[in-house]
Each structure stands twice: as structure tokens, then as C-alpha cells.
């Protein structure tokens, strides 16, 4: 690592030969696996956007020119480059994001971890600059992937309505997002990657015309006024320029020079330019390019030399989902699979492979896939639209406005609902119980096992009149949690012997063991504790409230945002019924998260067993004497 260890900024680049360039660029490939196997995170892009980060760092001037990563999963380099090369604590608490962060240095001008708003926020500075009078530069690089994504398109045309507003758009073309990316502009994009050899065929036109007499030259400059229809015929940048793009390329993006030689032109051009660049994710490390499902887009800690994991996380909650979509689909031809170009990650790969014409993937477009859901229950089938929790806040307006107000039967499953941990703010999923309470009609379930994931998710696909929601968490899946009785459509966890309990504790979801430890610490300080699971936790089961009545306080143990979430929405249904009993609702706050592990956020933020335990014991003390009821309705036992 001679030449990556005395690299403290961009700068430090310019004195490098063509020779050294090359050296640090097989340097950093060496220095990412070694690193990211011991960590995890996005090794495949990474290893792919080597050479085209430190062109872009020789021709521009970071900070002052914003350079900006669209996924910031692809900032790795970036981030090598710009003085940051302690990896050994990647994505861990208090060491580096797997995203770009603003809180680590001025290069970071924004923290991009949702894809296709790059071009949003580039199209914004350059105006910033334009009103300020600033020579500064805007370069956006985003990805193929992401240019499936609608809000990229929106950007496109703002920015193409100011032909003398400086802006550089790098398209890191690699073919793929998570996996092969795909749709039309994927297919445009294809055509242009196999078709650069007009240029050589008008030069080589041009030498021949320029050396026939008398009508050489004017058949050359008819053959030269022909060039742009000529291009769209060979290879169909066309579609770019009809925008009043400029657009240069393709270029081999692992050229370091060739790089470089039209980044500079597009600098100095003084409008915006498109540079389109191939790259190879996973370049360098044969274990990501023998990898046909996503070229190591992100791994768990592996062994370097043969990218094997080093140990199996057991059943996670994401397989057992594709498990039973699977066992669906046999059963019921009206299921249909959607995912926004997410296949492998949200579990669907299963379900492509049994049914590959019943699954769409509509690319980097949430808003899109909840509209074509619709049409497609509208239709007749049933869709079951696959998709990360945090992400599932891109396509609120169409759950509600296409999906739920045309009382559409669409399936949504969000994955790595709750905290999430180490990839940061963004993707924590703790907003989807919040923002879906106020749409009307829709169902959620939250399971809190591997047997409630398969047992909801088939009482979702039911449902053909309203939009339902099934989520479960990140990982690995726990034991069952059995239930030992019932109260409408609740399974009750624990029942106290008391004949008047003092704690109704609500355990939503994934919580459930957490939510049993808490009642037995509870009861260590006398205090016993009814724990029950809604199942579905909206709308609220009209059960609760006569229940909530026979004890003394309510307690709701959530993974999601306490501002409009489970328990907010529980308080209400109690002052609907006139059931006047203390509740304190537990979750998460209302802020963002920094990156760390799932154990150590929700330590953060109190959300374990003696935080909340010792919590409600200050509030039971607080509340003194005994409470008096109606008669207990009985618990019924659950029968196998």
C-alpha cells in the first residue's frame, strides 16, 4: 500500500505518473477486500468505480467542486481518496458510514443513500450557483440502476431547460443495480455500450471523401450534417441530446486516462454534459465477477480469498417469506411478485426461478410499482409488492391515492422493518407504521415469528377489497413464540395469575421475546403483566380496549417511530371507547439514527427489557392504590 498510505486528500493525486495511477488503483482493489470481508458492507460497486473516482478527483476540486455519489454505496473510494482509510470499524458504531456523511468530512456533501435524487440535488447547487455568481462545479455520478428510478428523469428535464448552466453528469454504467438492471433505458444504455464505432467509421469516411476530387468535399460535409441522424441509427445517444444534453462517450471506465480526457471536456464545456462510463462491478476480485446474482453488491464478513462467509446467520426472516411466497404461488395462479429491482435482497429470487412470468421488475421505481399493483389487482391477480421498509415511503401519495382509495386487494411486504442498524438514518424502517395509520382501510400486520410471517402473509393475499401490509424485521429469526390464549383476534403471550392484572403490555411484532423478558422483570418486582400480540395492529382490534379496561396501565413496545405509531394509535382507540387507563407508548424517537448495530441502537434509544422495566415499575409505583373493573371476560385458551 506504498502509494494508498500517502494519499491524505485529492490533491495528492496530482503528482502521480500514468504508471502510479495504475498502482494505486490495484492498491485500492487490494485494500477494499481485505477490508470490507472483515466488516462487510458494498464491496462489488466499489471494486467497479476504482479508476473513475480518481479520474474525477484529478480533474475536480473537491470540496469546492460538490462531487456526488448516487448510491452512496458506491463512495468507498471516494472516501479512501479524501483521507478516511481507517475501515476497520465500517458501518460500526463510531466508525465510518457505508454512505457518504457529512459529519466525517467536507467532501460530503450529502448523505445519498436512497437512489435517483442525485440528479435532483446537483440540478439545485447548480442553480445555487448560478444565482451566486460561483465558478464552482456540480458532478453527479449515479448509476445505471438508479436512472431507472422516475425522480432522475424529473431532474433530467429541469436540468436540461438551462443549456448554459454548468453541470456534469456521470453515468456509471455497469449494467446492473442490485442485479442485471433492467427495462428500456437499460436496453438503451446496452445499445450504446455495443455500438462505438461510428466515430471511426466518419473519420475513416472523412480521409477517404477528402482525397476525391470535386465531389469529395461536399459529399463529406452532406455525410458530416447526417451525423446526428447517423448516430441515432448506429448508437442512440440521441435520446440524451434530443434533451439538450451534450453527451461524451461511452467510455471505458477503467481507463484512467481516457477518464480524465473527458471529464475535462465536459468541465470546460459550460452547459450540462453527460459522460457515460463502463464499469465492472466487482473488477479485480474474481469471487464478486463469478457472482451472476449481484457481483458481491453487499456482503456479511467473508474469507478474501474465496468470498465465502465465515459463518451462517441461520433462518432469517427474509427466506422465510420467499419460502412461503413460493408455496403461494403454487397454489394460486392470481399471485404476482413485485419488486423495484431488488429481487435476491426482499427474497423474491425463489419465486422469479418457480414463476418467472408472474414477477415485474419495475427497476429503481417504488412510486411506479405501487401504481402498476394496482392496475394489476384492478386486473384480477393479486400482487405481492416485496420492498424495504424505508423505501416504501417513496410511493406513500400512490398507496393512497391509487392503491387504497380504489379499495385495490395489493399486498405490500416490507422488509428490514424497525432498526436496522448499521447502514444509517436512511435506512432504519421505522416511519411505515406511522405514515400508513392514516390510510383508510389499509391492514397491518406485524408478525413476531417465522409461523406468523407464512400465517399472516396468507391471511394478507386473502384480502381483495383493501391494500394490506405485512413486515417483519432484518436477520435472523428467533425461536416461535407460542401463544397461551386468545381475545378476539389477539394471541395472548403471557397471563398472569392476578385476578386483576397491573400491566396490559402490547408487544408489537418482532419485540415479543423482548416484551416476555420485560414481564418477567416485572414481576420480580411484584407487578404482573398480561402480554398479548394484536397480530394485526391496524386497525385495532376492538377487543383491546375492553381488556385494556381490567388493568391498571397500558404499555406498547414498538419498533417504529413513537410520533403517530402502534401506541399513539392505541391511546386513541382507548379515548374512543371511553376506557380511561394510563398508557405510555415505548419506541423510537423521533430523529435520526446513526449507523451501529441493531443491539447498540436500541440500547441508544432504551428500547431493551430493563430500560422499559424498570420504567413501568416508577409508573405502577406512581399510580398507588388498586384499580377496579367489571367482571374479567375470560381469556380463551388456545387449542391445538
Known amino acids: 500500500m506504498a502509494l494508498l498510505t500517502r494519499i491524505r486528500g485529492p490533491r495528492d493525486l496530482d503528482r502521480l505518473s500514468p504508471e502510479q495511477l ?37 480533474v475536480f476540486d473537491s470540496p469546492k467542486d460538490r462531487v456526488l455519489w448516487d448510491t452512496g454505496h458506491q463512495s468507498y473510494v471516494h472516501k479512501l481518496l479524501t483521507g478516511r482509510q481507517d475501515f476497520s470499524r465500517l458501518k460500526m458504531k463510531g466508525g465510518l458510514s457505508g454512505y457518504p456523511a457529512r459529519a466525517e468530512s467536507d467532501h460530503d456533501c450529502i448523505e445519498n443513500s436512497h437512489a435517483s435524487t442525485v440528479l435532483g440535488w446537483a440540478d439545485g447547487l447548480a442553480k445555487a450557483n448560478q444565482v451566486l455568481a460561483k465558478d464552482d462545479h456540480v458532478v453527479a455520478v449515479i448509476g445505471d440502476g438508479a436512472l431507472t428510478g422516475g425522480m432522475a428523469w424529473e431532474a433530467l428535464n429541469n436540468i436540461a431547460a438551462a443549456k448554459d448552466r454548468p453541470l456534469v453528469i456521470v453515468v456509471n454504467d455497469n449494467e446492473r443495480s442490485y442485479a442485471p438492471t433492467i427495462g428500456g433505458l437499460a436496453n438503451h444504455l446496452a445499445t450504446l455500450r455495443t455500438t462505438d464505432g461510428y466515430e471511426r467509421f466518419l473519420a475513416r469516411g472523412k480521409d477517404i471523401l477528402g482525397r476525391t476530387p470535386v465531389v469529395g468535399k461536399p459529399l463529406y460535409e452532406t455525410l458530416h450534417g447526417a451525423k446526428k441522424g447517423l448516430k441515432d441509427f448506429i448508437a442512440p445517444q440521441g435520446m440524451f441530446e434530443d434533451l439538450g444534453l451534450k453527451y461524451v462517450g461511452p467510455i471505458d471506465g477503467h481507463d484512467i486516462e481516457a477518464l480524465e480526457s473527458a471529464l475535462a471536456r465536459a468541465k470546460r464545456f459550460g452547459g450540462p454534459v453527460i459522460v457515460h462510463c463502463l464499469t465492472e462491478k466487482g473488477r479485480g476480485y474474481q469471487p464478486a465477477l463469478q457472482d451472476e446474482a449481484d457481483r458481491f453488491h453487499a456482503v456479511g464478513k467473508i474469507h478474501p480469498d474465496t468470498g465465502l462467509p465465515i459463518a451462517s446467520s441461520g433462518l432469517d426472516w427474509t427466506s422465510v417469506f420467499g419460502e412461503e411466497m413460493v408455496k403461494l404461488g403454487e397454489e394460486r395462479e392470481d399471485i404476482v411478485a413485485i419488486t423495484a429491482a431488488m429481487l435476491q435482497p426482499v427474497g423474491l429470487d425463489r419465486f422469479a426461478k418457480a414463476f418467472p412470468d408472474r414477477v415485474y421488475d419495475v427497476g429503481i421505481a417504488e412510486q411506479h410499482g405501487a401504481v402498476s399493483a394496482a392496475g394489476l389487482a384492478t386486473g384480477g391477480v393479486h400482487p405481492v409488492f416485496a420492498v424495504y421498509a424505508t423505501f416504501l415511503n417513496r410511493a406513500f401519495d400512490q398507496v393512497l391515492m391509487d392503491v387504497a382509495l380504489h379499495q385495490c386487494g395489493v399486498t405490500f411486504v416490507l422488509d428490514r422493518a424497525g432498526v436496522t442498524g448499521t447502514d444509517g438514518a436512511s435506512h432504519n424502517g421505522m416511519w411505515d407504521m406511522s405514515i400508513l395509520q392514516v390510510v383508510p382501510g389499509l391492514r397491518i400486520a406485524a408478525p413476531r415469528d417465522a409461523d406468523q410471517v407464512r400465517a399472516q402473509l396468507r391471511e394478507a393475499v386473502v384480502v381483495d377489497d383493501a391494500p394490506t401490509v405485512v413486515r417483519f424485521s432484518k436477520g435472523a429469526v428467533g425461536p416461535a413464540v407460542k401463544a397461551v390464549g386468545r381475545v378476539g383476534g389477539m394471541d395472548v403471550l403471557r397471563h398472569p395469575d392476578a385476578e386483576r392484572p397491573d400491566v396490559l403490555l402490547v408487544s408489537v411484532g418482532a419485540l415479543a421475546p423482548m416484551c416476555l423478558e420485560i414481564a418477567g422483570l416485572l414481576d420480580r418486582q411484584g407487578i404482573s403483566t398480561t402480554v398479548v400480540d394484536p397480530r394485526w395492529v391496524k386497525p385495532v382490534d376492538e377487543a383491546l380496549a375492553p381488556l385494556a379496561e381490567r388493568h391498571r396501565v397500558v ?79 375470560a381469556i380463551e385458551p388456545v387449542r391445538d
Open 22 to 58: 495504475d498502482q494505486l488503483a490495484a492498491e485500492i482493489r487490494t485494500f477494499l477486500v481485505d477490508a470490507v470481508s472483515k466488516t462487510g458492507g458494498h464491496l462489488g460497486p466499489n471494486l467497479g468505480v476504482v479508476e473513475l473516482t480518481i479520474a474525477l478527483h484529478r
Open 555 to 633: 404499555v406498547t413496545v414498538e419498533d417504529n417511530s413513537r410520533v403517530g405509531g402502534v401506541g399513539s394509535t392505541i391511546a386513541q382507540a382507548l379515548r374512543d371507547a371511553g376506557v380511561d387507563v394510563p398508557l405510555r407508548d415505548f419506541g423510537i424517537p423521533p430523529r435520526f439514527l446513526d449507523h451501529a448495530s441493531r443491539q447498540e441502537v436500541m440500547a441508544e434509544i432504551g428500547l431493551t427489557a430493563p430500560d422499559i422495566a424498570r420504567q413501568v415499575t416508577g409508573l405502577v409505583a406512581r399510580l398507588g392504590g388498586r384499580y377496579e373493573s367489571a367482571d374479567e371476560e
